[in-house]
T-cell receptor, first 112, second 115 residues
Framework: SAVISQKPSRDICQRGTSLTIQCQVD?????MFWYRQQPGQSLTLIAT?????????ESGFVIDKFPISRPNLTFSTLTVSNMSPEDSSIYLC?????????FGPGTRLTVL | AQSVSQHNHHVILSEAASLELGCNYS??????LFWYVQYPGQHLQLLLK??????LVKGIKGFEAEFIKSKFSFNLRKPSVQWSDTAEYFC?????????????FGSGTRLLVRP
């Protein structure tokens, strides 16, 4: 399985600002995913990010709010833009390895 | 639309008790099935998975799960739980569509094991 790291591990932000979350993998992977886990809830897929193509967003998530970059096979970023308190969540990246997803440690975001 | 149901939201057991967590999914095509575990303060980890073959799969830490296709179920079991099994457990289904796939999670089950 891949080793995945995320930065920052947690942050407290003011409403109206933006935060970029980084996800680094120790091996080259084609498919990377970004999830949100709101307090006390399960994981919801935000988007799929494949290197060399535009990210594919799930219903309810838009590129203007959650722009994603995927510059190479080991790295991706998710930006949470114009934040509001409703964006307070844990944001996780995952990677696919032989049809199995492995998850990073998550970024705990609190928006005041 | 595809969905995953975990009927037990909170489970409290004493050590050495047997565990069974229910998971049902709705998807008519080929699926891969997973159980993930999230220990307190830790990240999501893969517990076990089923792709094909023997419907009874064994995972880490003594966990096993049985895929029953006719019931669209993938229940997680452990004969004797330990205090260290206290965690949140998520069932997930990988519904493959065209060249991509989507991992759909259940709502999770919080397990508390009392010493």
């Amino acid at each position: 399985s891949a080793v995945i790291s995320q930065k920052p591990s947690r942050d407290i932000c003011q409403r109206g600002t933006s935060l970029t979350i980084q996800c680094q993998v120790d091996s080259q992977v084609t498919m990377m995913f970004w999830y949100r886990q709101q307090p006390g809830q399960s994981l919801t897929l935000i988007a799929t990010a494949n290197q060399g193509s535009e990210a594919t967003y799930e219903s309810g998530f838009v590129i203007d709010k959650f722009p994603i970059s995927r510059p190479n096979l080991t790295f991706s970023t998710l930006t949470v833009s114009n934040m509001s308190p409703e964006d307070s969540s844990i944001y996780l990246c995952s990677v696919d390895s032989t049809d199995t997803q492995y998850f990073g440690p998550g970024t705990r975001l609190t928006v005041l | 639309a595809q969905s995953v149901s975990q009927h037990n939201h909170h489970v409290i057991l004493s050590e050495a008790a047997s565990l069974e967590l229910g998971c049902n999914y709705s998807y008519g095509g080929t699926v891969n099935l997973f159980w993930y575990v999230q220990y307190p303060g830790q990240h999501l980890q893969l517990l076990l998975k089923y792709f094909s073959g023997d419907p009874l799969v064994k995972g880490i830490k003594g966990f096993e799960a049985e895929f029953i296709k006719s019931k669209f179920s993938f229940n997680l079991r452990k004969p004797s739980v330990q205090w260290s099994d206290t965690a949140e457990y998520f069932c997930a289904v990988n519904a493959r569509m065209d060249s991509s796939y989507k991992l759909i999670f259940g709502s999770g089950t919080r397990l508390l094991v009392r010493p």
